[in-house]
């Protein structure tokens, strides 16, 4: 194992969750206390998971309150950058933009701290061996389930146990061959960005792809703003989309509901229409981005963000 995998990692991901400053020393002393007191066998499960959802009360409070305010004041900026574009107040509209921007990337950071809590826990699970530790892992393990959270989709699932693998030492391999290697884990250093912002960005690079220069960038997010719309009205494709895989989605009534708006839409946006309805692979692309709007995005983001 040591021979592949640095097995401190455990304690700089331990590291980077201590920085947070939510949870605190006394808050796994008092866990720790209440694990000690809990004896199999002699109290019901209800009894113990009162006792541990005590212990993690504290920085339970700690945490949602940060997520709400961060919260309300993205609403805030949010409903400032309609009515700036609603005004047509440019400046208004990027000092609102990038004051959402900020309250978006702390809020990636607090949800970066629940991720690496169920992350630090599985890494755990099959590197380390700390008393102390155990404790922060049993800690982290129902701590990291009390908090809000974000979409399933969106999880890091890096750092899962991978199951009937053998590790072995790195060996030189052909460049096509690197990307099968198993990587040593690392502790999840990056800085939280934007995300919201960030998927915007690509959904507009993904549609500048598929249209290239046909009515330009502005037309372009209108049409897919348009199209996407319709879609969101129909309560079976939401209800589809909501419910079930993107495979099965695209399997549903959203293709057929796209198709109806695109050929609608040749009266608004007739070059753009003619793209997608001339080249079914074209049409099986747009199917795809019209589908991750609805499911992680709002039509209306991709003509309210620059």
Request: hydrophobic content about 40%.
């Amino acid at each position: 194992m040591e021979s592949v995998q640095d097995c401190n990692v455990v304690y700089d991901a331990k590291a980077l969750l201590d920085n947070a400053g939510i949870y605190q020393f006394e808050d796994l002393e008092v866990f720790k206390k209440a694990r000690g007191k809990a004896v199999p066998g002699r109290e019901t499960d209800e009894s113990l998971h009162k006792k541990l959802y005590s212990a993690t009360q504290r920085p339970t409070d700690v945490f949602n309150s940060k997520l709400k305010i961060l919260s309300d004041a993205i609403e805030k900026w949010d409903a400032a950058i309609d009515k700036a574009v609603a005004e047509g107040d440019k400046k208004a509209r990027e000092y609102a933009e990038s004051q959402r921007s900020e309250f978006a990337i702390e809020r990636e950071g607090l949800m970066r701290f629940k991720t690496d809590l169920g992350r630090l826990v599985r890494i755990y699970n099959y590197i380390v061996d700390d008393a102390e530790l155990e404790n922060f892992a049993a800690f982290a393990k129902i701590y990291s389930k009390r908090l809000a959270g974000i979409a399933p989709e969106q999880i890091d699932l890096t750092g899962l146990v991978l199951a009937n693998y053998q590790i072995r030492a790195e060996q030189k391999v052909d460049e096509e061959g690197e990307k099968y290697l198993l990587k040593p884990i690392k502790p999840n250093e990056a800085g939280p960005s934007d995300r919201e912002k960030e998927f915007i960005s690509q959904i507009i690079a993904r549609m500048n792809e598929l249209f290239g220069d046909i009515s330009g960038d502005v037309g372009q997010r209108h049409f897919t703003s348009q199209i996407v719309d319709i879609a969101m009205r129909n309560n079976r494709v939401t209800e589809q989309v909501e419910n079930n895989t993107k495979e099965q989605a695209l399997q549903g009534d959203l293709p057929r509901v796209v198709r109806a708006a695109t050929v609608d839409a040749m009266k608004s946006h007739n070059d753009l229409a003619r793209v997608l309805l001339k080249d079914k692979q074209t049409m099986g692309a747009f199917f795809d981005i019209v589908y991750d709007i609805m499911k992680r995005g709002d039509a209306k983001d991709l003509i309210d963000r620059p």
